[in-house]
């Protein structure tokens, strides 16, 4: 699907942080997960100020915030992290991720990042395989404890 060009992707202000977390929240609900789930995962998909001076938070937005994700650098400056990418559920398949996805790119290679991490939900694994991230191992949730989600890679030489 080629991305809709009135999506607008910016850096996210500090001011925003209640909506990011808002919008992480819906759109991991979307997956189907139970109340229960959500409120084990409250903590770590909370968006504070912290941690949007630690990593670069970017939103798609269009009239208002349809997406967010966030690019941690490693100290080694070669290697960095996914640690957010969200997407509000009636923005989803509607080329939302993807622009955003490209910024991200934009961004670790601007900053001299070779290689990508992060671990996924089960339900994005096929969008990030589609954005060239494999499987390459299991990783402990960040929220539930005794549950393992995919950790994913990518090396940026074949992310154009």
């Not at 990011?20 to 819906?26: A, G, K, Q, V, W």
């Not at 504070?48 to 798609?60: K, P």
């Not at 001299?112 to 990030?128: E, K, Q």
């Amino acid at each position: 699907m080629k991305p809709d060009m009135s999506i607008e992707v910016r850096r996210a202000r500090h001011e925003e942080a209640q909506i990011l977390t808002n919008l992480s929240l819906r759109s991991k609900r979307s997956n189907g997960y139970d109340d229960a789930f959500m409120a084990a995962c409250r903590e770590e998909l909370t968006v504070t100020e912290e941690r949007m001076t630690e990593g670069e938070y970017w939103v798609a937005e269009s009239g208002a915030i349809c997406g967010c994700a966030c690019l941690l650098a490693d100290p080694d400056g070669r290697s960095g992290e996914v640690h957010a990418f969200f997407i509000d559920p009636a923005w989803q398949r509607k080329g939302v991720g993807r622009l955003l996805w490209q910024k991200l790119v934009e961004r670790a290679k601007a900053k001299g990042i070779v290689d990508l991490r992060l671990d996924a939900d089960p339900f994005a694994v096929s969008f990030y395989e589609a954005m060239g991230f494999k499987v390459v191992s299991e990783a402990p949730s960040g929220s539930i404890p005794g549950r393992t989600i995919p950790h994913m890679t990518i090396a940026l030489e074949s992310a154009d």
